[in-house]
């Protein structure tokens, strides 16, 4: 049964940082494209950042151009992602995802972790 499990998640004052982990089991982690997505109150799950099986192609959403960067550890089984310079309109429910479309679709995901809140004061 594949579990895909997000953490890192938190309350930071806005131009602050975060980083957030996310791990998977029962799948073998080096075949799948990992993304981040989050999701605001009243707003659609959108594609945040994601990375090849083998971590060499990233893809990134405008917003977080510059301020995010995707990384993984296929050895852990992990996916991480640092959040610099935070800003409140960051403010979100941060999911975790596998699948095997290079892409920033949610529909293209097929392994849902249940998400970590990130909150952003301005």
């Known amino acids: 049964q594949v579990q895909v499990v997000e953490s890192g998640g938190g309350f930071v004052q806005a131009g602050g940082s975060l980083r957030l982990s996310c791990t998977a089991s029962g799948l073998i982690f080096d075949d799948y494209v990992m993304g981040w997505f989050r999701q605001a109150p009243g707003k659609e799950r959108e594609g945040v950042h994601c990375i090849s099986p083998g971590g060499a192609a990233t893809a990134y959403a405008d917003s977080v151009k510059g301020r995010f960067t995707i990384s993984r550890d296929n050895a852990k089984n992990t996916l991480y992602l640092q959040m610099n310079r935070l800003k409140p309109e960051d403010t979100a429910m941060y999911f975790c995802?596998?699948?095997?479309?290079?892409?920033?679709?949610?529909?293209?995901?097929?392994?849902w972790g249940q998400g970590t809140q990130v909150t952003v004061s301005s």
């Open positions: 995802a596998a699948g095997s479309k290079f892409s920033l679709q949610p529909e293209d995901y097929n392994y």
